[in-house]
């Protein structure tokens, strides 16, 4: 079978740029840092942006060495080895937090899908559409019931696997807001591949405004949101993907099919101040749908929701009225 790769566009959701003062306190320092498969760029500003900046970097490549499950050694490569492993308290906090969401999302959103992604390639890079039994097989062993966290002692049993990749980045950036004001820095912003978070205002003391990306046309954007101390994440089937016989298999798994979710959508941004939930959320929404991911949003508190559809029709739920801003029509969902 001859598998065709397209190359993933470029998850871009550009921070449009705004001109702060140049004063000592706006002092701005930038990096950009490739982990986690992922260009990420860090900015802080004020008196200690830098020393922020060269923390928070080091903090990204600690944890990128734990949640990597492709690398010898890391936390998650041993309890997927091991079955059972002792980890450091990042690892047993993120897996807590991202059981939550399995749990809340009933499973549209599991940590154990390594098994099936593997199947389809995604992690090795050897592209392949499955066949039944083999992913008959894969399947039996997804199922968030089979961890167990106890204290920082992670367990998987019966053959299950942990994949953290739609979770893990929304952890980093909510940890770099810590490390920046653990730093003493009150105004700075990262994207990690796209999923962006802010800190404070910018330094002229507006918001930051973050673009979100057309899935279609993905050197264009659908619109904006203006924010200050949250998260904007993005999921969508257009990030990764492969081509085989006309067909188009992207990389956000339906665990009830094991086949990349057909929910009629084609992204979905989270906007919220917990960074990891919305990192796994962006993952589940996407998986449920905009009916069902309306529900979700309406059953629970403490974040907002941007849904485009494959048609490019966008939903906005009604916490965005201010927030979201577009020239192109949108429907609001509400409560
Ligand atoms: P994201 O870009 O945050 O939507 O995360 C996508 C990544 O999450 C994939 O590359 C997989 O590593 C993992 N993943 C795919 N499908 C699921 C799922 N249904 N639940 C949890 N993780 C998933
Ligand atoms: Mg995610």
Not at 176 to 193: A, P, Q, T
Request: charge should be negative; aromatic fraction near 8%.
């Amino acid at each position: 079978m001859k598998i065709s790769y397209l190359l993933a566009p470029l998850i871009c959701v550009i921070v449009l740029a705004g001109c702060g003062r140049n004063t000592a306190d706006s002092a701005e320092f930038s990096k950009a840092v490739f982990a986690m498969d992922t260009e990420m760029t860090l900015k802080a500003y004020g008196a200690n942006s830098e020393s922020a900046v060269n923390a928070a970097e080091r903090e990204i490549n600690r944890l990128d060495r734990l949640f990597d499950r492709g690398r010898d050694g890391s936390d998650i490569n041993k309890v997927n080895a091991e079955g059972t492993a002792k980890v450091s308290s990042d690892t047993s906090a993120l897996t807590e937090t991202a059981l939550d969401v399995c749990e809340a999302t009933d499973g549209a959103f599991d940590i154990t899908i390594a098994p099936v992604m593997d199947l389809w390639g995604f992690y090795t890079g050897e592209y392949q559409v499955p066949d039944d039994d083999e992913l008959a097989k894969a399947m039996a062993k997804v199922d968030r019931a089979k961890v167990n966290v106890d204290g920082e002692v992670v367990s998987v049993k019966d053959g299950a696997k942990l994949d953290l990749g739609g979770i893990a980045k929304g952890y980093l950036s909510a940890r770099i807001m810590e490390i920046f004001r653990e730093n003493g820095v009150e105004s700075g912003i990262v994207s990690l591949g796209g999923n962006v978070q802010a800190l404070g205002l910018k330094p002229d003391g507006s918001k930051w405004r973050v673009a979100i990306q057309d899935p279609r046309e993905t050197d264009m954007f659908i619109g904006s949101v203006s924010i200050s101390d949250k998260a904007v994440i993005t999921s969508g089937g257009y990030q990764r993907y492969f081509e085989d016989g006309g067909n188009i298999y992207h990389h956000i798994i339906d665990p009830s099919t094991g086949y990349p979710a057909e929910s009629g959508l084609s992204s979905v941004s989270i906007i919220s101040e917990d960074g990891a939930t919305a990192d796994g959320l962006s993952t589940a929404l996407f998986v449920m749908g905009l009916d069902k991911g309306s529900d979700f949003w309406r059953a629970h508190n403490g974040f907002d929701v941007i849904f485009v559809t494959g048609d490019g029709e966008i939903y906005v739920t009604d916490g965005l009225s201010g927030v979201f801003e577009s020239e192109r029509k949108y429907t609001v969902i509400k409560r």
